[in-house]
């Protein structure tokens, strides 16, 4: 069939190449999609325009100014309608999304944008699971409805859990939020009292695949997997996304009763599942009788490895339990685990993708359950995410190859290069006469998989300083904002429609919580979107937050690197603990030395990237006082952000402005203005403070006048002493 010959909608993003506002009866656009096909867009009378929003954004309607807007080289999406005229199609836009108000604004790479998803996020299933309540977990259910109610189902799966309890853990992180960290440590607690098996004479720990909670409160324990793929047996990426939430929390806290938990898993992850042989790797399930991978009950998951069995380590718990410890033995762990992938998964004589599933001897299984000889377009994008990570921490010339490899690759196969966004599921070779490789169950794109590309091309972006994977890293995070943040309701969507628009038909992809979604990705890319678009894309700082628990970390020494990043590209600017300054840390190596205390510590870090020049930080308004850091050289180019952080201020009813400049190594006259101009439109009614300026510094603010009408102070303690 040549021609169609009915319309249809679709969705086109792309970049503007030219905007004639004469042709058609509303003006006509070039859009040139990121693979370099051309369309001719024709505005209607109906054609609305929005800005993306995050969630808990209102709507920004933006149709009055569109036209405007249609500037050379803005990246844009345009839903609408194709029409056959004269065999070929006319394409008229209904809807336009737009990532910014000019075309190089992007609203996503602002440093706050993920830092308010992931707040709204966490917000979402406290009030889903807890009904803003009390944080009790015998509450908790796995099956959440489009709206957060839960399910007809007294079914909590522990994995699930867990990866709430990772969002919980990590949503504190980067917001210092106490009610984020309160239910990432119940929910830890919960789990090991509920879903634990210690079996103290083996030495190891391995956790049920779920409890039935019944009506009168007691529990049926749900020993071995009921997931479909894994049924009856204990599959080792249950096992694996278990540790996921306890060890994020053990980042924060140092709990020793959680690093025990984790221990004793990684023992039954060497001991049971490991393949002893000189194959190696890991295998991807065992029986709940025996703990044998070899057993025959095991029927078609016998003796096999897969992606999950082998990869799911790294990101779900080995990474973040290297960051909170720093220990070679888990660095040794990842090296192996990354050496497995390298050696094992690339099959590019035959395909585009990565192999995924293996018999014992690694040859590979094409007839396992719903996978045959298919790819999952997320995993490769994980493993090219995670290769980089684990380069920067042990680098070797065919990880960051590898890479590199797949980075080039996936686009032209695995992405959507009209529409944006990334694929599910796919036909790992082409049949003959087939031009794309095709698409298992629907060409529907999950929300976790957008995450992988996000992540895996600004890791790149960041790391290599690659401009066209700065582009792919922009244009995946820009489908994913546009289209799968719910913002009515709160939460992200399962899947989406090609074309954008949410998909709703299954029971699964309705849901907001199910054995497949709770909060583990979505969280993990508003925290590593952060981490990566600050610290390595835009040479921004971020802050972290942790709450360290008395002689919690060996040798009191809190380790608070974000990720493994490239050395020598991030290093601590400041350290608060407790709301007071706390100058013994190591800025290089990352590292907090914790002052003795019967207490927890709240302890905030400002992370900064080594080129960073200035960063100016709103700390706390607390009973009338605000307090702003200053850090790095105020001058003229700094001046936009100070003021940016001065507005925050003024949306509150502050009557003292406390600022902090221990770390404040110069002052230009533009910077002087810019304090003179703050203190004018703040008025007579607010107080302003300097506190600890270094001697040249104050002297420059003296010589200006400044310093008339405010208080200058060696240390902020001695305002406390004033207001006593």
């Known amino acids: ?129 807890f009904d803003d309540g009390e944080i009790d977990y015998r509450k908790y259910r796995t099956d959440l409805s489009l709206v957060g109610a839960k399910e007809k189902t007294n079914r909590q799966e522990t994995d699930t859990i867990s990866r709430l309890v990772y969002g919980f853990a990590t949503a504190y992180m980067m917001t210092g939020d106490d009610r984020y960290l309160e239910a990432a440590e119940k929910g830890t607690e919960y ?69 025990n938990d984790i221990e004793l898993t990684v023992n039954l992850f060497n001991r049971y599942f490991l393949d002893q042989t000189d194959k190696g790797g890991f295998f991807s399930h065992i029986d709940p009788i025996t703990l044998s991978p070899y057993s025959e009950s095991l029927g078609h998951n016998r003796a096999k490895k897969n992606w999950n069995s082998v990869g799911d380590h790294a990101p779900a718990y080995l990474i973040n339990l290297w960051l909170a410890t720093g220990q070679d033995e888990y660095a040794d762990l990842l ?24 018999y014992q001897d690694w040859s590979y299984d094409t007839t396992w359950g719903w996978q045959q000889n298919r790819a999952v377009i997320g995993h490769n994008l994980k493993i090219a995410w995670n290769l980089m990570r684990m380069h920067h921490l042990r680098p070797k010339e065919n990880y960051a190859a590898l890479a590199e490899k797949i980075a080039k690759m996936m686009p032209a196969v695995g992405s959507d290069q009209q529409r944006g966004g990334w694929y599910d599921v796919v036909e790992r070779v082409l049949q003959p006469g087939e031009e794309i490789y095709r698409h298992v169950w629907h060409d529907r794109k999950a929300w976790w998989q957008q995450e992988q590309a996000i992540l895996a091309y600004l890791i790149l972006a960041g790391s290599l300083g690659n401009q066209e994977y700065q582009r792919l890293a922009r244009e995946s995070a820009a489908f994913y904002n546009s289209f799968f943040l719910d913002t009515e309701v709160g939460g992200v969507y399962f899947n989406v429609l090609a074309n954008g628009l949410p998909y709703l038909l299954g029971k699964t992809e309705r849901g907001k919580g199910s054995h497949s979604m709770s909060g583990y990705h979505s969280f993990e890319l508003a925290y590593l979107a952060t981490v990566y678009t600050n610290l390595l894309v835009n040479k921004q700082p971020m802050d972290l937050y942790f709450k360290p628990k008395p002689g919690g970390f060996k040798d009191d020494i809190l380790r608070v690197a974000p990720d493994i990043l490239p050395p020598g590209s991030v290093r601590i600017g400041e350290v608060w603990i407790d709301g007071r300054s706390h100058f013994d840390f190591d800025a290089n190596s990352l590292t907090v030395k914790l002052p ?67 770390n404040l190594k110069c002052i230009s006259s533009a910077g002087v203005r810019s304090l003179i101009f703050a203190k004018q439109k703040l008025g007579a009614d607010v107080h302003i403070y300097i506190v600890g300026a270094p001697e040249h510094v104050l002297h420059f603010l003296k010589m200006s006048s400044f310093c008339e009408g405010i208080t200058v102070l060696e240390q902020y303690e001695a305002i406390e002493m004033a207001n006593v």
């Open 1 to 129: 069939m040549s021609h169609l010959g009915f319309s249809f909608s679709d969705t086109i993003a792309g970049y503007v190449s030219n905007f004639d506002s004469h042709k058609g009866d509303f003006g006509t656009f070039d859009l040139t999609t990121s693979d370099g096909r051309n369309f001719s867009v024709a505005l209607t009378s109906m054609t609305s325009a929005e800005l993306v929003r995050n969630l808990e954004e209102p709507y920004y309607d933006c149709t009055v100014q569109m036209k405007s807007m249609l500037v050379p080289n803005r990246y844009l999406f345009a839903y609408g309608i194709f029409y056959p005229e004269a065999d070929q199609y006319k394409f008229e836009a209904k809807h336009i999304v737009f990532l910014g108000r000019t075309e190089s604004e992007y609203f996503f790479e602002k440093p706050n944008w993920w830092v308010n998803q992931i707040r709204s996020l966490a917000n979402f299933y406290l009030k889903s699971q």
């Open 191 to 259: 789990l090991r009292q509920h879903m634990r098996f210690l079996d103290e004479g083996e030495g190891i720990c391995y956790w049920y695949h779920a409890i039935d909670v019944q009506a009168d409160g007691s529990e049926q324990k749900i020993f071995s997997s009921e997931f479909g793929d894994d049924y009856d047996a204990i599959p080792a990426y249950e096992q694996i996304y278990a540790l996921a939430g306890p060890t994020q929390t053990y980042r924060i806290t140092g709990d020793r009763q959680i690093m």
């Open 335 to 358: 090296e192996y685990t990354f050496d497995t992938i390298e050696k094992r998964f690339p099959d590019y004589e035959h395909s585009p993708f990565v192999q995924e599933r293996f």
């Open 596 to 662: 003795p205390s019967q207490n927890d510590l709240k302890v905030r870090v400002r992370l900064l990237p080594t080129q960073v020049s200035f960063n100016a930080t709103l700390l706390e308004v607390t009973g009338g006082t605000a307090k702003i850091s200053l850090t790095g050289v105020l001058d003229a180019s700094a001046v936009p952000g100070f003021q940016e952080e001065l507005e925050k201020v003024k949306t509150q009813p502050v009557k003292q402005l406390v600022f902090l400049l221990h």
